[in-house]
């Protein structure tokens, strides 16, 4: 194996990821700040202080299953809006389903739990290997569309681009380590702080080196893009539904 890509390897999962942390949680608390020094004043004497009122409750699972089905996608009911839905809505949930097996290999989960849905081989190479070209060719084509279609381009920053670009390189990388040639040995990834993934076989150390550090870029700059609503999202609803159901749902005193 040859040392210089194991001394990359060792650098970018080893060392690296202290600075991608350190940038994240920044970034994160720059985000909680602007929020909090931001946000307007409001008096609550007025109103109940149950926490939560049956109305926010109402609320609260109508907005979730808003966002689980991606309904802001139907702008107009016509074929173009189902589209893009249909692409969204494949590439995100083909993205959980990829970021959820990479907990296999550390250990949080085991394809046995799975056995009665299908078999291990089909769980953990057959569907991850599939998964991985639907999300790399939706965020393709996601690219393709803020490039051709005047309207969206017109409204499209460089935060636009530079995300579909960076999770384009994550996806190409990482379907890129499945179809290049491998080493049929065991592979003990470390990842600093103390996670290790057990992989059955050694990957390709230059796509993984890649893969590693596009995936890294896109944790350290998330906080300061629009991806910061995959976080934002559920605590966003969250405080919207309370609130909501207190003012017009909850009980006056």
Partial sequence: MDTSLTLLVNFIFGTLPWVTYTVFLLGISLKLYTWFSTAPYHKTGSYSKTSISAGSVGLMIGQFIYLLLFQGRFIKPNIKSFVLWLMSFSAHISLFLILFGHLRPIGVWSASWFAWVASEQFLTRDLPFYLGWVVLGGFSLLLVRRVVDRSVRSISGFDDYFLLVILIIVFLAGNMMRVSPYIHEPFALEISPGIVMQLKETPSLIWL??????????????????????????????????RHGRLYGGMKT
């Fill in 209 to 242: 080196a890649v893969h590693g550090i596009a995936a890294q870029i896109l944790i350290m700059y998330m906080p300061f893009s629009k991806l910061f609503h995959i976080i934002a999202s559920p605590f966003t609803v969250l405080a919207y539904s309370i």
